[in-house]
Each structure stands twice: as C-alpha cells, then as structure tokens.
C-alpha cells in the first residue's frame, strides 16, 4: 500500500528566505507526482506535476524534484513572501488515476 | 472551460441526521469523479471514484455512500451522521489520465 510522507508537518520563515519542502513515498510505481497549494478552507490548486519519467518541473519561483528510484521529491520556493503562507501537499498518482496524498506542511512566511 | 462546484461550503449537522453534499462539474462530458475528506491536521483521503453513471468504487469502508445519477453529478450521502464524519470534503474530476481538478470544499460539522 503506498503511503506519502511530507516532511516538515509546519515550517515557519522570515520573508525573502528560500526553503525546501520535503515529500517520500513508498512504492516507486507511480506514474507521477504533483505539489498542490491549499489555502486555509479551500479547495487545491495544482502547481507541478512530474512525470514519473521526469527528473523536475520549475513554473516561476517553484521547483519541483522528483527522484523516483529512492521515492523523494522536494519543492523548493525561493525567495519566500507571505502570499506563499498555506499548506502544501504533495499526491502520487497510481494506477486508475487515483492519487494518494500526504499530510501537507503548513507554510508561514513572515514579512 | 471546464468548472467544478460544490455545495454548500459550509455545514452543521446534528449526529444521527442525514447527509447529502453535490458536486457538479461544467464544460466536459464522461469526467472521473472523485470525493476526498480531509481531517483535522491529516491529508486527504479517497473515498469515492466514479468513471460513469452510475459506476461507484469505495476506497474505504464507512459510514458514507455516493452516487452519480448524471454524468457531471457526484453526490455524497449519509444517512445517520456520526461525530467521526466531521471534515472538509473535496470533489475532484479529471478527464482520463489528466491531472485531477478540485472544488472548493464544504466544512462539515457534526455537533
């Protein structure tokens, strides 16, 4: 059974900071990994998605890794600002278009 | 474009009543649809899949049932709420093999 771990649960920052969020998974059969955005009572915003054949994706100030042998992927945010302040999930996606979540890290971005 | 909503965003609900939460999406035919819960402090969790009319898969056992009486119409149900249904419940709906789309949520409250 896959399970998806994301380390730290909360990471509080000062702004300007750059930081790495960090997500394992158990079983390296998946056909791919994506990072989403929730902000507080609201639904998911999908902000990377890496093919299982992929090694990153990168859109603006986000990078994503994906090292699927070891089964760990990072997103890295640099240079942190408060609108960053939310919970970030990462989700692998198995057979059948089911995605299996982690539990999230709780981002605060201080100005 | 394609547009997913759920309703109502917010609901309290005494223990032991009945439950119905929809999920419709707009602008695609034949999606795969999905409901998620997310607990206090945890990740989210599949409950529900649904790749046709009336076509249901339980990722869990519980106190829950879905259905799709249409093809962009997800319901959730229960029929008596226990304390333990409280949450956040998610819809998605992706197209095959596509990256899931989620809703804005409803926050469930059982007293």
């Known amino acids: 059974k896959q399970e998806v771990t994301q380390i730290p649960a909360a990471l509080s920052v000062p702004e300007g900071e750059n930081l790495v969020l960090n997500c394992s998974f158990t079983?390296?059969?998946?056909?791919?990994l994506q990072w989403f955005r929730q902000d507080p009572g609201k639904g998911l915003t999908s902000l990377l998605l890496?093919?299982?054949?992929?090694r990153e994706q990168t859109s603006g100030r986000l990078n994503a890794s994906l090292d699927k042998s070891s089964g760990r992927s990072t997103l890295y945010i640099a240079a942190s600002q408060p609108g960053d302040s939310a919970t970030y999930l990462c989700?692998?996606?198995?057979?059948?278009?089911?995605?299996?979540f982690g539990g999230g890290t709780r981002l605060m971005v201080k100005p | 474009s394609q547009t997913i909503h759920q309703w109502p965003a917010t609901l309290v609900q005494p223990v032991g009543s009945p439950l119905s939460l929809e999920c419709t999406v707009e602008?695609?035919?034949?999606?795969?649809l999905y409901w998620y819960r997310q607990a206090a402090g945890r990740g989210l969790q599949l409950l529900f899949y649904?790749?046709?009319?009336?076509?249901i898969s339980s990722e869990v056992p519980q106190n829950l049932s879905a259905s799709r009486p249409q093809d962009r119409q997800f319901i959730l149900s229960s029929k008596k709420l226990l304390l333990s249904d409280s949450g956040f419940y998610l819809c998605?709906?992706?197209?095959?093999?596509?990256?899931?789309?989620f809703g804005d949520g409803t926050r469930l409250s059982i007293l």
């Open positions: 890496i093919q299982s054949s992929q």
């Open positions: 989700a692998v996606r198995r057979a059948g278009n089911m995605l299996t």
């Open positions: 649904s790749v046709g009319i009336g076509q």
């Open positions: 079983d390296s059969a998946i056909y791919n």
């Open positions: 998605a709906w992706s197209a095959q093999g596509q990256p899931q789309h």
């Open positions: 602008g695609t035919s034949n999606p795969n």
